[in-house]
Structure formats: structure tokens, C-alpha cells
């Protein structure tokens, strides 16, 4: 008997941080710093400098690459804040995370042009993470073409205050993709050349769109960019196990671990060492089957 069971090769996909070509190859996890009082699972746990050290030095030790710091909750029905406010907060955590871990690689979670300048500016962030895909701020793309630094698309329907009445697809993934294909193509034009797609699981999506994009994941290789996957604690976890947040933490890794084998580049967590735990195991698994699986008996 002959089995030709191949596992995919990892997409060769790199992305430039400070000037240093970043191997995707072997997923990188993302670690969450919310410093807002309001996200759905850890809102108002990070707003002292102290409470944000610890965060980052935890992330950092379990293996955490990036630190990915939110200062504007994109929770379902979540209230707007003004920019003036999303600055302070910004502002205040970058000083002190940079003042301490200087070398960490920070990505931050905004929408607003202006913030995003500031902060790549004045404190080196290194990612911008727009939930908007650009929707938002005219200007967006425009500035991510001056600071040539990686630009996180994601998709969204709606926005947070209206996203879950009732969204709709003709077809999700394909939607999804379409909308992909537009806001690449801009980019580029803008001249912005690094780009990182989350198909945004929970942003406009009811439960079953978000297991259909992650049961087709793949195929968003076609657009030949490396995937940014966000599951962690989600209301697709927790509403199918009827368990509350705190306690999704088990499928949260189950659910990344899918995501690993479908093509996940980065993953964006609230709990890193798990997920690092994830990357290691689906990588060994993927090396060991890399060749052919050979039978020992007549073919």
C-alpha cells in the first residue's frame, strides 16, 4: 500500500521589522495588551504602568514575539472613544513598554492615521492593526505608504457598535477575499508593500460564518499574503461550549491549533504560552511529515 499524504509546504512569507526580514514560515504569536477599561475579556486589567510591565514581561517570557497594544475596545456595542482620549492611553503604555523592553516588537491595535504616526514616529511601533481595513480614515493607507512599516488588514462588516445585527454573505469567504483584493490593490498603490490579512473572526460574523472561514482558510493563500488569526476567548468558543470566557481558554487552542494546519501565520492571543505551545507541536508534526510515508509491504 502506498500513501501519498504530503502536508502543505509554509508559505516563504517574510515581513520587514526595523529593517530585519522576518521568517513566517514558523508562525509567530502575538500577545494582547488591552489597555482599555471595557474589552469583553480583559478590560480594566492593564491601566496602571505597573499592571502593563507585568503583562509585557509575561508575554515576552512565554515566548510572545509581538505585543500587540489596544487602547480602543472593538467588543460588540462597544461605545466610541475620541481620539484625544485613544492618544493618552497609547502614549502612556508605549513610554513605559519602551522605556523597559526597547527591543520588543510592538504592534498597535488603531484605526486613526494620526495615531498611528505618532506612534510609529515617537516610539518605533512596529505594526499597525487597522480592524477597519482602512474604512475608517481616509488616510490610513495613504500613511502606511510614508511609514513603510507592516500594515494588519482586517475585514470587518459593520463596526463594533452595529457588526452582530444580523450580518449577511453571499458567500463569506469569497466576500471576504473580494474585499481583500480591493484593499490590497490600493495599497499598493500607496506604495505599501508589507501586508498582513485577518479575515477579522467575530467582527460582523455570526457563529457559523466565523467556522466556515476557519474550516476554508486556505483559501485565502491565493492572495500570497501571510494570515493574522485572531480566536483567542471568542463568543464562537464560548457560546458552542455554553462555558463563559474565562473558561475558553481549551478551545481557544483548539481552534488554533485548526488554524496552524490551515496556513495561520501569526496568532493574536490573550493566553501565550499556550499558544506557543500550539506553534511547536504543529511544527514538529508538520516536519515529521514532510516525506512520503512508505509502506513496508508490496505497493
Not at 495613504?142 to 452595529?162: C, S, W
Not at 495599497?187 to 479575515?199: A, E, K, Y
Not at 485565502?220 to 463563559?244: E, Q, T
Not at 492571543?269 to 514532510?290: F, M, N, P, T
Request: hydrophobic share 40%.
Amino acid at each position: 500500500m502506498k500513501r501519498d499524504n504530503y502536508w502543505p509546504m509554509p508559505s516563504l512569507y517574510t515581513i520587514n521589522l526595523r529593517g530585519e526580514l522576518v521568517d513566517l514560515s514558523h508562525p509567530l504569536v502575538m500577545g494582547i495588551l488591552n489597555i482599555t477599561p471595557d474589552s469583553f475579556f480583559d478590560g480594566g486589567r492593564y491601566e496602571t504602568e505597573q499592571a502593563i510591565l507585568d503583562r509585557c514581561g509575561k508575554i515576552i517570557s512565554e515566548g510572545g514575539k509581538i505585543i500587540d497594544v489596544g487602547a480602543y475596545s472593538s467588543r460588540p456595542g462597544a461605545d466610541d472613544v475620541p481620539p484625544e482620549e485613544e492618544w493618552r492611553r497609547v502614549k502612556s503604555a508605549l513610554e513605559v513598554i519602551r522605556k523597559e523592553f526597547p527591543d520588543v516588537w510592538l504592534s498597535l491595535d488603531t484605526f486613526r492615521s494620526d495615531i498611528a504616526r505618532k506612534a510609529v514616529e515617537e516610539f518605533g511601533v512596529d505594526i499597525i492593526n487597522d480592524i477597519y481595513g482602512g474604512n475608517a480614515d481616509e488616510n490610513m493607507f495613504r500613511t502606511m505608504g510614508e511609514l513603510k512599516v507592516p500594515y494588519i488588514l482586517m475585514h470587518m462588516q459593520g463596526t463594533p457598535k452595529t457588526m452582530q445585527y444580523a450580518p449577511q454573505y453571499d458567500d463569506v469567504v469569497a466576500d471576504i477575499s473580494m474585499f481583500f483584493s480591493d484593499k490590497v490593490n490600493k495599497l499598493h498603490s500607496f506604495g505599501v508593500n508589507d501586508i498582513i490579512l485577518d479575515p477579522g473572526f467575530g467582527f460582523g460574523k455570526t457563529v457559523e460564518h466565523n467556522y466556515e472561514i476557519l474550516s476554508r482558510l486556505k483559501e485565502f493563500g491565493l492572495h500570497d499574503m501571510p494570515l493574522c488569526i485572531g480566536l483567542s476567548r471568542k463568543s464562537m468558543i464560548y457560546k458552542v461550549l455554553d462555558v463563559l470566557p474565562g473558561q475558553s481558554l481549551n478551545g481557544t487552542t483548539v481552534l488554533n491549533t485548526i488554524a496552524l494546519l490551515n496556513g495561520a501565520n501569526i496568532l493574536r492571543v490573550h493566553d501565550v504560552k499556550e499558544a506557543v505551545e500550539s506553534v511547536k507541536l504543529v511544527s514538529k508534526l508538520k516536519a515529521g511529515s514532510s516525506t512520503p510515508i512508505k509502506s513496508g509491504g508490496s505497493e
